[in-house]
């Protein structure tokens, strides 16, 4: 264990989380107990759900002086991105952080090391993120599409129409019965296609018949 880690501070927190209530947490609490932390936060979210109470509560107390100990980086952060801005947060209000099971720990220079290889590691995944939002966008515009959801279909009706392009490209179903599995009429189903950009009307297309 890394008690030794551990200088002098305020508290020394713990925080453990799991995905699922299938999943069995205690292993995590025992670790962090051994650990020497004083009290412990726990949730139980998926990795990039943004609903953590218990984390919540948790930042709200911490205060400078204090050490956050979890046994790994991914029952922290819900991404690579969120998990660096919630260690310069830590940084920035000179709370300390150790996992357990990962080479990080920011009350030393080596640890302090590996967090900012993480942090070079997100901003390199934004900007690849940055770039295929741009290329996406200049695709659309190449095309003749403004950026953006389509003109005139509602939010809550994209993830049918996406259904509706996949189940139409498979080739296995007639419009009727793409219609019927996705409870819309052809008009509708047409409609999204053409958001979609789907070319229609294919004679050999089973779902135009």
Avoid: W
Wanted: net charge positive.
């Amino acid at each position: 264990m890394k008690n030794e880690l551990i200088g002098f501070c305020l508290m020394i927190f713990g925080y453990a989380r799991i995905s699922t209530n299938d999943q069995n947490i205690i292993s995590q609490i025992d670790v962090l107990k051994a650990a020497g932390c004083e009290k412990i936060f726990q949730d139980i979210a998926s990795g990039s759900k943004s609903e953590r109470p218990g984390l919540l509560s948790l930042l709200d107390i911490l205060r400078k002086g204090d050490t956050l100990v979890i046994c790994k980086l991914d029952r922290l952060g819900r991404s690579l991105r969120h998990l660096v801005d919630l260690v310069n947060t830590l940084i920035n209000q000179q709370v300390d952080l150790i996992s357990l099971n990962d080479p990080v720990d920011t009350s030393t220079p080596q640890g302090r090391l590996c967090f900012n290889l993480f942090a070079a590691l997100a901003e390199f995944e934004r900007e690849i993120i940055r770039e295929r939002t741009r290329i996406g966008l200049d695709s659309a515009r190449l095309r003749g599409r403004n950026g953006g959801r389509p003109k005139g279909l509602p939010k809550k009706a994209m993830p049918v129409a996406c259904a509706a392009e996949t189940l139409y490209k498979e080739r296995k179903l007639t419009v009727d019965e793409i219609a019927l599995q996705l409870s819309i009429s052809k008009t509708t189903l047409y409609s999204y296609l053409r958001h979609r950009g789907v070319p229609i009307g294919s004679s050999t297309h089973p779902a135009s018949l």
